[in-house]
């Protein structure tokens, strides 16, 4: 989805921006299958300006995840654009490693695609269209900068450790690395308040908020204002909803404060169910 700066950069991972990389028991793996089907809407100061979709299913042992997206309403008066993303892997004890990651946004007067292989975090080929080229003030991506990383699709995976409450302060505390075709960030959450939240079809309970910080590594020139704009805020926030039959959660709604009011995305529809095959087999066993 094609959005205004400084709101766009912020909002572009809004759906897939955030992550975690834990372990957990091998034991717990079984039960940990679950489909996420969810509608979003965008506005920007109450005005609505785009929808998507989000579409997530968790195997044993692999996960897909896809979103797509447009703009609506008054904003097609001024643009029109529309954009995908897709992450395909594995899970490694409980933790989602991508092995393949897609991006593309095509508006009315430019286009963005980016297309990666990974293995166990890291970025083994990548390429982006059109390229960024190299400026005297762009902070340089090294091979470094590519280990250890999860792009923004897999990123949005949120495992929570253990067997015990899903909705802990401890579901926010974690510091993310996501590399997505053109820069290397970082991504603090922390833990703010617990929320109840009614979506129009699915979802109806509680949702853990957290405040996210953005920190930019490689692949950004320092002086751009929107980079200072992002590295400056300080009530960017995230409400994480769990998905059924796992131990994931992911975003229900991200907002961000910009020059022209609050961006929000949030869930209109939010249905999750745990994994057929995952009921069926706990079916047999009892």
Known sequence: MTLPRPVGPALGWGIAAFSLVLSDAQSSLASAQGRLD???????????????????????????????????????????????????????????????????????????????????GVVKEYTAEPPSFPTPDRVPITEAHRRGVADPMTASLMRVAGTGDLFSPEACQRKLAIFDGRMRYDLRFSFKRFEQVRSEKGYQGPVAVCAVYFSPVAGYSPQRAVIKYLIALRDIEVALAPIAGTRFMVPYRASIPTPFGSGILEATQFVSVPNPAAAAANNIKH
Not at 64 to 74: C, D, L, Q
Not at 94 to 113: H, I
């Open 38 to 120: 969810a509608s979003y809407s965008v506005s920007l100061a109450g005005v609505p300006f785009g929808k998507g979709t989000w579409s997530i299913d968790i195997r044993d042992d692999q996960f897909t995840a896809t979103a797509s997206g447009g703009t609506t309403g008054i904003m097609r008066l001024f643009t029109s654009g529309r954009g995908a993303s897709s992450a395909h892997g594995t899970l490694l004890q409980g933790q989602p490693l991508a092995v393949t990651y897609t991006s593309s946004v095509q508006t009315d007067k430019k286009y963005d695609e980016v297309h990666m292989l990974l293995r166990a």
